[in-house]
């Protein structure tokens, strides 16, 4: 049976997820970034103005492609997780590679989306963010378009925005702390 939507619970569970896999998706994500990692380590003892421009879009150039394909593995891996399966992160590897365009293709419309709404008084920003909270994860596990995972979202999200937004404020203020 079905739990009712809970902001705690939804939180509680991710961080369990993290903890007991951190194992296997930390040194996961060390990986996809580890050249943006020597690069920055490297520009620590070589800081010019010219070195961090060339930071500026490589630092991008890296995190763009490494981001989508580690935020579609471990939407994957977690997804897998609340499901009740065990994780085979070789197979969150193989969908990750499979979905990471779409992935970024989604990343880039949702951004630009939010923030263009955001442009209007911040408020329409906010409520873009939580109709469109859920599109990422459709695209990785319902393998959906670009327009239809931001379709889904909307859906899926329908009756659930003011808890989304709870999450996102709870969510936004841990990272500030």
């Given at each position: 049976m079905d739990q009712p939507f809970s902001a705690g619970r939804i939180i509680s569970n991710g961080f369990a997820i993290a903890?007991?896999?951190?194992?296997?998706?930390?040194?996961?994500?060390?990986?996809?970034?580890?050249?943006?990692i020597i690069y920055t380590v490297w520009l620590l003892d070589n800081?010019?103005?010219?070195?961090?421009e060339t930071y500026d879009w490589l630092s991008s150039l890296i995190s763009l492609p490494?981001?989508?394909?580690?935020?579609?593995i471990l939407l994957h891996a977690t997804i897998s997780?609340?499901?009740g399966e065990s994780i085979e992160i070789m197979t969150s590897i193989k969908v990750g590679l499979?979905?990471?365009?779409?992935?970024?293709?989604?990343?880039?419309?949702?951004?630009?989306?939010?923030?263009?709404?955001t442009l209007l008084l911040i408020i329409p920003g906010l409520i873009v963010m939580c109709y469109l909270?859920?599109?990422?994860?459709?695209?990785?596990?319902?393998?959906?378009?670009?327009?239809?995972a931001m379709s889904r979202s909307a859906q899926l999200t329908e009756g659930y925005r003011w808890?989304?937004?709870?999450?996102?404020?709870?969510?936004?203020?841990?990272?500030?702390?």
């Open positions: 903890a007991k896999n951190a194992h296997v998706m930390l040194p996961l994500a060390v990986i996809l970034f580890l050249p943006l800081l010019t103005v010219k070195n961090a490494m981001g989508g394909l580690l935020t579609a997780s609340l499901k499979k979905r990471v365009l779409p992935v970024i293709l989604t990343s880039i419309v949702v951004g630009l989306c939010t923030g263009l709404a909270w859920v599109a990422l994860p459709s695209v990785v596990i319902e393998g959906t378009s670009v327009t239809d808890q989304i937004f709870g999450i996102a404020m709870l969510s936004g203020g841990l990272m500030i702390v």
